[in-house]
């Protein structure tokens, strides 16, 4: 296991392809973990209750999403493309929500499922950790990077707190710190940053065509 471990941590592209899933990933940690119910909320003038039903949006997008994506990066037999393009796509819808703030709520609840559907592209770095490494590191591969995303997306949230606190104003309504709207776009704003970053790091992602493992036989079309 410490030889795996070594062997996996000396290759650069498997760090290049944890990095990106850990940008590709902090929208879905930020918005539907913690601060897409109050700046939703706060933006579109709605309910608590309607405001977390938008954000579920998000992770009913992501449930559509990731079988399809892995359709669609198994029929084109691509994945860092794939991996490109939802990356922007997700990056697009969303500028959407955080700025477009004038949007009917029903818009928001559509911008907030193509957010999630789109995200779900993040699952094939999982994939190409297993396929850009040695057969006998697979699945150290797939921890490794689902370590690199789980340590990294749980800074995230506290990091967007310090950005809301640095713009806060002071007010405070029954104990709750009252955010103004430009206050969470300044805060998101570090999100389609990483967004973009990890579009431009996918660039340089090495992709190797699935391994075929002894017994296994291609099928054809």
């Known amino acids: 296991m410490e030889t795996y471990l070594k062997q996996l941590c ?3 592209h498997s760090w290049l392809n944890a990095v ?38 998000l992770f009913f997008g992501w449930l559509i999403g990731g079988p399809i994506m892995g359709f ?5 037999k691509n994945r860092k493309h794939i991996i490109l393009i939802t ?11 955080v700025y477009l703030t004038k949007m009917p709520i029903f818009l928001v609840y559509v911008f907030m499922f193509l957010v ?28 490794f990077t689902n370590f690199v995303v789980a340590v990294g ?14 713009g806060w104003d002071g007010k405070i309504t029954n104990g709750i710190n009252v955010y ?28 190797q065509p699935p391994i075929i493992e002894a017994g296994e036989t291609l099928s054809g079309d």
């Open 72 to 76: 669609l990066s198994d029929k084109i």
């Open 153 to 166: 997306s749980s800074i995230v949230q506290p990091i967007i707190g310090v950005f809301l606190d640095s």
């Open 180 to 207: 103004s709207i430009k206050d969470f776009q300044n805060a998101f704003l570090i999100l389609p940053i990483m967004l973009a970053v990890a579009g431009l790091l996918t660039f340089f992602l090495k992709e």
């Open 116 to 143: 999630g559907f789109f995200s779900s592209g993040q699952l094939l770095n999982f994939t190409l950790a297993a396929e850009i490494n040695s057969p006998n590191i697979k699945g150290t591969s797939i921890a």
């Open 87 to 97: 990356i922007f796509l997700t990056l697009a819808s969303l500028l959407c929500v």
């Open 10 to 12: 000396k290759s650069g």
């Open 20 to 57: 990106i899933a850990l940008f590709f990933y902090m929208t879905t940690t930020a918005v539907g973990g913690l601060w897409g119910v109050p700046f939703i909320q706060k933006t579109y003038h709605v309910s608590k209750h309607t405001a977390g039903f938008a954000t579920s949006m």
